[in-house]
C-alpha cells in the first residue's frame, strides 16, 4: 500500500529518466565530438555527467548502429593491455562534424532545459 510520504519522496527523489533513441544519437555526437569513446564509457559518462539521465545497452547500441549506417561514426577495435578482447571504439567521421555540433547543441539544450527538476514541496 502506498503512503503519503512514499509519494513526496518519489518527488524528492525521482527515478531516472530513460533516453530514447533520439537523445541517445544526439548524446553520441557529443561525446564523440571531444573523443573516441565505447559502449561502457558512453554510458557511464551519462550517469556521471547528467545523474539524472540513464542509457540502455539496447537503445544505445540502436543509435550506434543509426549513427554508423548513416556513415557519421566508424566503429574499429583497439586492444587494451590487460583485457582479453578488443574495444570496439567509436570515432565520429570529418564528414558529419557540422550535424554532429547541431545535433549536440540539441542534446545540451534538451539536457539543460527539460524539467526534471525537484519540485517544491510546501516546505518537506
Not at 569513446?37 to 545523474?51: A, D, K, M, R, V
Not at 543509426?66 to 587494451?80: H, I, N, P, Q, R
Not at 567509436?90 to 539543460?112: N, P, V
Request: proline share 5%; glycine share 4%.
Amino acid at each position: 500500500m502506498t503512503t503519503l510520504e512514499q509519494i513526496y519522496q518519489f518527488f524528492k527523489s525521482p527515478p531516472p529518466f530513460y533516453l530514447n533513441k533520439e537523445l541517445a544519437v544526439c548524446y553520441v555526437l557529443s561525446v564523440l565530438q571531444q573523443h573516441d569513446s565505447y559502449g561502457t564509457e558512453l554510458i557511464n559518462l551519462l550517469e556521471t555527467e547528467y545523474p539524472s539521465y540513464r542509457l540502455s545497452d539496447t537503445v544505445l547500441y540502436s543509435a550506434l548502429k543509426f549513427l554508423e549506417d548513416s556513415e557519421a561514426v566508424t566503429g574499429y577495435w583497439k586492444k587494451v593491455t590487460g583485457r582479453g578482447r578488443p574495444r570496439r571504439m567509436y570515432q565520429l567521421t570529418t564528414d558529419w562534424r557540422d550535424k554532429a555540433s547541431e545535433l549536440s547543441g540539441l542534446w545540451k539544450a534538451y539536457s539543460r532545459n527539460v524539467t526534471h527538476k525537484q519540485p517544491v514541496l510546501n516546505g518537506r
